[in-house]
């Protein structure tokens, strides 16, 4: 059973940093793509970077210069180091698992930056 579970959200202030951790159970990590995503109260999900299983990445326009994606496959971990946070990256934060068919969704992170 492959399960996703995100860790490291919390309260922040403006031009602070933060560092989630989404750590995967199984066996599939090192060939799945890894995603961080993100939900604003009243907005759709949006998203913020993604990893592919060889390291290539991909940041959101919204967050590129701030935000870091990086995987560590020998603790089955994927990690989002935010910095220069603003009040406008605050929402609950998702980790997604993608490999084939298989998907799997963590159950979300808030991370709240104050002005």
């Known amino acids: 059973q492959v399960q996703v579970v995100e860790s490291g959200g919390g309260l922040v202030q403006a031009g602070g940093s933060l560092r989630l951790s989404c750590a995967a159970s199984g066996t599939i990590f090192s060939f799945s793509s890894m995603g961080w995503y993100r939900q604003a109260p009243g907005k759709q999900r949006e998203l913020v970077a993604a990893i592919s299983s060889g390291g290539s990445t991909n940041i959101a326009d919204a967050v590129k210069g701030r935000f870091t994606i990086f995987r560590d496959n020998a603790k089955n971990t994927v990690y989002l180091q935010m910095n220069s946070l603003k009040p406008e990256d605050t929402a609950v934060y998702y980790c997604?698992?993608?490999?084939?068919?298989?998907?799997?969704w963590g159950q979300g992170t808030q991370v709240t930056v104050s002005s």
């Open positions: 997604n698992l993608n490999w084939g068919h298989l998907e799997r």
